[in-house]
């Protein structure tokens, strides 16, 4: 089931009692949700962000993420709601405002910026996943660019967000051995 399907109907199934509007109620039904699916994962429309990202976005956006020395932000780990809980309380105000920021970033459009293939290279991301490519995408209302690790099976992971292409390109230089020349640039960004 694709991701924002599911919240698109809890925002319409939720009772309209004070009691269940909480961040709280939104984190237990997705954990349900998210259970329930192979391995936890879920799917999203190309166009539409992953959720995956949904926190880093919010950390980002709230301070919560800070860029270390060599420019790439460090991940946040604590999960959206924690967050969102910090903003805005874990009350009706933190459940409104969950919606509406999950919606604003909804509406962000990802480009596919460039990418590199890997399959050659003996790169794994873990003992069960070779690395395919990676990818460079950038979201036109974000001033970064995500270097985002692509499996044999297609499944994408977020390396990291970098502010700009030079500190990715030199990340991905030192991680992987990928060297300026190896990436295809599109002149026109692919979604």
Not at 1 to 7: A, L, P, Q, S
Not at 14 to 31: A, D, F, G, H, N
Not at 113 to 141: A, C, F, H, M
Request: hydrophobic fraction near 30%; glycine fraction near 6%.
């Amino acid at each position: 089931m694709n991701i924002y399907h599911f919240f698109d109907q809890l925002w319409m199934e939720l009772p309209q009692s004070v009691e269940s509007k909480s961040v709280t109620s939104i984190k237990s039904r997705y954990l349900e949700f998210a259970d329930e699916l192979p391995q936890g994962r879920t799917v999203h429309r190309k166009e539409e962000p992953p959720f995956s990202q949904f926190a880093n976005w919010l950390a980002r956006r709230f301070g919560k993420s800070k860029r270390s020395y060599c420019g790439r932000w460090s991940r946040y780990d604590g999960g959206w709601w924690r967050i969102i809980e910090d903003q805005f309380g874990d009350n009706e105000v933190g459940y409104s405002e969950f919606f509406k920021l999950l919606a604003e970033y909804r509406q962000q459009k990802c480009l596919l910026k460039g990418q590199t293939n890997l399959s050659q290279k003996k790169v794994s991301v873990s003992n069960d996943s070779r690395i395919e490519r990676l990818e460079v995408w950038e979201y036109p209302t974000e001033s970064g660019y995500d270097l985002v690790i692509v499996d044999h099976g297609g499944q994408a992971k977020l390396e990291g967000f970098y502010s700009k292409i030079d500190e990715l390109l030199d990340s991905a230089s030192k991680r992987y051995e990928v060297q300026s020349d190896n990436w295809h640039w599109f002149t026109i960004p692919h979604n």
